[in-house]
Every structure is written in structure tokens, then in C-alpha cells.
Nanobody, 125 residues
């Protein structure tokens, strides 16, 4: 059974950084897409970044809103995906979820089959 476990969230001041981790287990993930989404209170879940796992040289996608600010990466040996978040702003406050799908180039929540429990990121002004 596939499990995704996020960690690394917390409270940070504006301009600070956090690194989120998502540890995956339960199967081989080659060719899968692993993504990060976030959901702020009262808002829809939105795509943040994704990486094609061990395929196409780890093809990476970012939402326009986080390009140059967030970096997604993966440690294949540990089956772990990271989201490095820099220059954080109050509008980055949300619950951050990692997710997994067999669909290539997936950026929509309904394209993902497996979800972690989420980790809270709060950026104070």
C-alpha cells in the first residue's frame, strides 16, 4: 500500500525558508509523478510543483506563482521528495500536501491518486 508522509512544516517569519519532505513507500515509483500542492483556508487546493520520478531526467514543473522561489528535488535512494521554500511570504501560508500519480505532466489535484496527510506552513508578517 502506498504511503506518503510529509514533514518539515512550521512557523516562519516573512523572508524565511523551510524545507518540506515527503517520504514515499509501498511500491516502486519509477515513471511516477510526485507533486506538491497547497491549500489555504477557504481556498481550493492548488498545484505548487512536481517531479517525474526517475524518468526523463526528473522532469520538473512549477506553478508560475512559485517559480524562482521554491525548488523541488528528489532523493531516489530514500524515495523522498523535497520542497525547498525560500523568501516565504504570508500568502504562502497553507497546508502543503505531497501526492503521487502515474499520470505524466500532472498538475491538477484530480489527476493524483495518493495523498499525504499534509503539513502546515505558517508565514508570519
Amino acid at each position: 500500500q502506498v504511503q506518503l508522509v510529509e514533514s518539515g512544516g512550521g512557523l516562519v517569519q516573512t523572508g524565511g525558508s523551510l524545507r518540506l519532505s515527503c517520504a514515499a513507500s509501498g511500491r516502486t515509483f519509477s515513471g511516477y509523478t510526485m507533486g506538491w500542492f497547497r491549500q489555504a483556508p477557504g481556498q481550493e487546493r492548488e498545484f505548487v510543483a512536481a517531479i517525474r520520478w526517475r524518468w526523463s531526467a526528473g522532469t520538473i514543473y512549477y506553478a508560475d506563482s512559485v517559480k524562482g522561489q521554491f525548488t523541488i528535488s528528489g532523493d531516489y535512494a530514500k524515495n523522498t521528495v523535497y520542497l525547498q521554500m525560500n523568501s516565504l511570504k504570508p500568502e504562502d501560508t497553507a497546508i502543503y500536501y505531497c501526492a503521487l500519480t502515474e499520470v505524466a505532466d500532472a498538475t491538477l489535484p484530480h489527476e493524483y491518486n495518493y495523498w499525504g496527510q499534509g503539513t502546515q506552513v505558517t508565514v508570519s508578517s
